[in-house]
């Protein structure tokens, strides 16, 4: 069974900052991307950034200079420092994995985390 395990998430100030982890376990193959995505109430999971085994990332504008997203190749586990937060950013935070799984011939398949809640009280 893979599992991708969140942390990090709570209630902040406006301006603040928040890490979020995530660890990813089972049979795992050749991880092409892990990323987080978020759903605030009443509006469709958006992403939020995104990052390659190779180290690319790709951050949405409405983040851009506060957000990064780093990797950890060797433990399965992708992060997002958050900083300058705003009352937008409140939302259920998702972690995402997008790899073979079981067999190292099996095509990419997502997997996903329970998520965990961010709230930025201004």
């Known amino acids: 069974q893979v599992q991708l395990v969140e942390s990090g998430g709570g209630l902040v100030q406006a301006g603040g900052s928040l890490r979020l982890s995530c660890a990813a376990s089972g049979i795992i193959f050749n991880i092409r991307t892990m990323g987080w995505y978020r759903q605030a109430p009443g509006k469709q999971r958006e992403l939020v950034a995104s990052?390659?085994?190779?180290?690319?990332?790709n951050v949405v504008d409405s983040v851009k200079g506060r957000f990064t997203i780093s990797r950890d190749n060797a433990k399965n586990t992708v992060y997002l420092q958050m900083n300058s937060l705003k009352s937008e950013d409140t939302a259920v935070y998702y972690c995402?994995?997008?790899?073979?799984?079981?067999?190292?011939?099996?095509?990419?398949?997502?997997?996903w985390g329970q998520g965990t809640q961010v709230t930025v009280s201004s």
């Open positions: 990052i390659t085994s190779g180290g690319v990332a």
């Open positions: 995402h994995m997008l790899a073979s799984i079981y067999s190292p011939v099996a095509d990419p398949s997502s997997s």
